[in-house]
Structure formats: C-alpha cells, structure tokens
C-alpha cells in the first residue's frame, strides 16, 4: 500500500519540491493550505490534480488535529511558516505563534492521535545566527538573531523533547538557506535575479539592497527537499545540518547575476540602509559531513548554477511578458 504523506507548507519554496519528490516516490501526497482571499497555488499548479489539500492553519490546533485524523499519515512534514526574517521583527508575536507554537500543535496532535507518525521539522542555520563556531555543526550551540531564529529555536527544542519524552520519530532538518526559481521575491537571492531581468529588459534602472557583506552557504531548494525525505527514512530519528559547505557574500551573488547577463553589477546596485536588520546574521557556514555520512546525501547543484537557472529563469518570464504583452 502507497505511504501517505502530509505536507504543510505546500503552496511554499520547499514544500512544492517536497511534493514533486514524494509523488515520484510513490507516496499519496495531502498538502496542508490555509484559506486565502485568492488561492496562490503557483508552485504546485502543475501537481494539483495530483495531490490532495486539506484545508487548516498553524496557529488552530482543531484543523490540525483533524488533519491528522482525516488523513492518517506516515509521515508530516512541517514545512509552514512565517518565513522571512524582517517580517519577524515587524511581526514578532505572529511569528513566535506560528513558528514556535505551530510545530508544537503538530507533535501533540501526533502524540495524541498516531504516534507512529513520522515528523519532521523544518529547522534553520537562522538558529546559529552569531555565531558560535565556524563552520557550524550539529553540536554549535544556538545564538539567534531574530524573533524568527528564536521562535525556530523554541520549535527545534520541542521536537527533541517529544522525541525523548514520547518516543516519537521526530527530525530536525537544519537548513541553510536554499534557493530556486520558485523562491519569494522578497529573499535576496530572488531579489537580485528579479532584478536583473527587470534591468535587462528595461523595467528598472537599478537594484536597491542591504549589507552586501553578508555571507551565506546557498544550495538549490531540489536538493533540499531530498534531505528531509531521507531524514524520515531513517530507523532511528536525528537531527542533521543540511548545507553545501560553502560561503559567499550578497556581493558575489551580484557579481554572478548580473555578468549571467553581460552587465556589471557596480553600474546598478545601490546600497539602501531601509534593508538593514535591527540585527544582523553576518556570515553563515554549515558542516554537512553527518548527513553526507548517515543519510547518503548529497548536493546536485552547485552555487554557480544555481544562480544561472535562477537568473535564466526570470529572464525568460519576462520575455514571455513582452511577447504577451
Ligand atoms: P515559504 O516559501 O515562505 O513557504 C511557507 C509556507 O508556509 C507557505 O506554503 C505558506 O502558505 C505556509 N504558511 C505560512 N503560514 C501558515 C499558516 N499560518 N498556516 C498554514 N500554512 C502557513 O518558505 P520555504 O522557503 O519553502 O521554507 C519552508 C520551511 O523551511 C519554512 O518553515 C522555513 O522557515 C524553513 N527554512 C527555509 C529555508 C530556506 O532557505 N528556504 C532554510 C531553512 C529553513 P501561503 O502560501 O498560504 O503563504
Ligand atoms: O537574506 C542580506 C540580508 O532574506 C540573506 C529564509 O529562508 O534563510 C532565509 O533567511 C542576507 C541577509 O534570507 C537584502 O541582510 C542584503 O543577511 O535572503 P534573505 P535569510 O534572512 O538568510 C534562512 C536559512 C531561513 O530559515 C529563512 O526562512 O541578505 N540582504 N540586502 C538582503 N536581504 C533581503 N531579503 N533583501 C535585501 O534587499
């Protein structure tokens, strides 16, 4: 019999990679939405007739319960959250209720009503933010930096105590930031290619960010989305750092975006103090030896490309535009 699985965040980045991999992998797929005043099913546009949605909302225990009774499934994935770190700090308490509280729903509806479930939880190298050590492990101790790092600190906590008080298979995926042409335009990987396109097709004149100095060790949300599955396939439940292992700053980012195109960056990026952080996460690098070693896995796509299918892709969005236009 097909495994069920049920991903909340589906209509998200990550949740619609999850979705494409679990399908081929043989799974009856439900994804958790919740009510908008106009559906934003882009991503998953292309597997919506594969797919079942259930309809709930992070921060309403009795949608989730139901969830879990309706669907009965193998295994969760909680992908769902308020995911963008200055909305954190404009949003605070939405944030701690979504990221922090909503994981903690998940885990006591499964305690409650299928033990058996496997779960994961879609932690983050936000956790990390000052960093402790470099490159960070499992085992660097956690300074966050945001209301959305400390929210994502409470819920990575949670899962490890009702992994070791209930027994439940429960996993910590530490992300690092991770990124693909279905990203939100407000990351600033998204951003910049955004941007270059608009600038190359004559939309915009310039490209206005923040502290280009910040670094990041960016991988492609694909290869991602493999390492949560893998987590769950695991006799035993863990916590593993998912990164490539690499860093390179904002600038850098730029500097490849926009020669993808024939453009100098210096000529368009203007530096805006309106997109600084109240605090800043200045230079992130993850160690995945453990999940290179205990999960086999492994990363496809380099940084390089990345920013190319990234670049490529808005590029041809806004040429078929014009040609529609
Ligand atoms: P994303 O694109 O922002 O997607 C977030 C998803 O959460 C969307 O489907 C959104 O639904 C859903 N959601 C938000 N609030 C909800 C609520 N109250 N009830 C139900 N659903 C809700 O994020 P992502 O990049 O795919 O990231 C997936 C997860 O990984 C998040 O938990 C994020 O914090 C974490 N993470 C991401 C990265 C990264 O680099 N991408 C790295 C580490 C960890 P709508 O479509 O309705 O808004
Ligand atoms: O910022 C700097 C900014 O918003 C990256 C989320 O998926 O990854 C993501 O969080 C860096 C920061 O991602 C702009 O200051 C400069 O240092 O793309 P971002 P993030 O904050 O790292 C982690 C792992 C998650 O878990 C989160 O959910 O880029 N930066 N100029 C800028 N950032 C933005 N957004 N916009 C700018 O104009």
């Known amino acids: 019999m097909a495994k069920r699985a049920l991903v909340t965040g589906v209509s998200g980045q990550d949740g ?18 919740r009510r908008l005043s106009l559906e934003n099913y882009d991503r998953i546009e292309h597997i919506l007739d594969k797919i079942t949605l259930v309809e709930g909302d992070l921060l309403d225990e ?8 309706s669907v009965n499934p193998d295994e969760i994935y909680n992908l769902a959250a308020q995911s963008f770190v200055p909305t954190s700090f404009a949003q605070p308490m939405l944030t701690a209720h979504y990221d922090g509280l909503g994981p903690l729903r998940w885990l006591e509806a499964i305690r409650r009503l299928k033990p058996d479930t496997r779960f994961y939880q ?23 930096r945001s209301p959305y790092g400390v929210a994502k600190v409470y819920a990575y906590f949670i899962t490890v105590n009702y992994r070791e008080s209930y027994g439940l298979h429960a996993s910590n995926g530490i992300l690092f930031n991770h990124e693909s042409p279905r990203r939100g335009l407000m990351f600033v990987s998204r951003k910049i ?12 004149t310039e ?28 006799d035993e439940p863990d916590d593993y750092v998912i990164a490539m292992g690499h860093e390179h700053s904002v600038r850098e980012f730029c500097e490849i975006a926009f020669s993808r195109v024939g453009l100098d960056y210096n000529d368009y990026v203007v530096v805006d103090p309106a997109f600084y952080r109240p605090a800043e996460v200045e230079r992130l690098l993850g160690d995945p030896t453990k999940a290179r070693e205990k999960l086999g896995w492994e990363d496809k796509v380099s940084f390089e490309d990345m920013v190319a299918m990234m670049v490529d892709a808005d590029m041809e969005r806004y040429r078929k535009a014009a040609r529609n236009a």
């Open 16 to 33: 619609s990679y999850l979705a494409e991999l679990l399908l081929d992998e043989g799974y009856e797929v439900y994804g958790f939405v």
């Open 207 to 234: 490209l206005r960010l923040g502290n280009l100095e910040a670094k990041r060790d960016w991988g492609f949300a694909g290869d991602s989305a493999k390492a949560m599955w893998l987590m769950l396939q695991q």
């Open 193 to 204: 290619t955004d941007g270059v396109a608009r600038i190359k097709h004559g939309l915009d």
């Open 122 to 144: 879609a932690s983050t190298s936000e956790m990390f933010g000052k960093v402790r050590e470099v490159p960070q492990r499992e085992t660097t101790p956690f300074y966050p």
């Open 62 to 69: 009795y949608s989730i319960m139901d969830a879990v009774s």
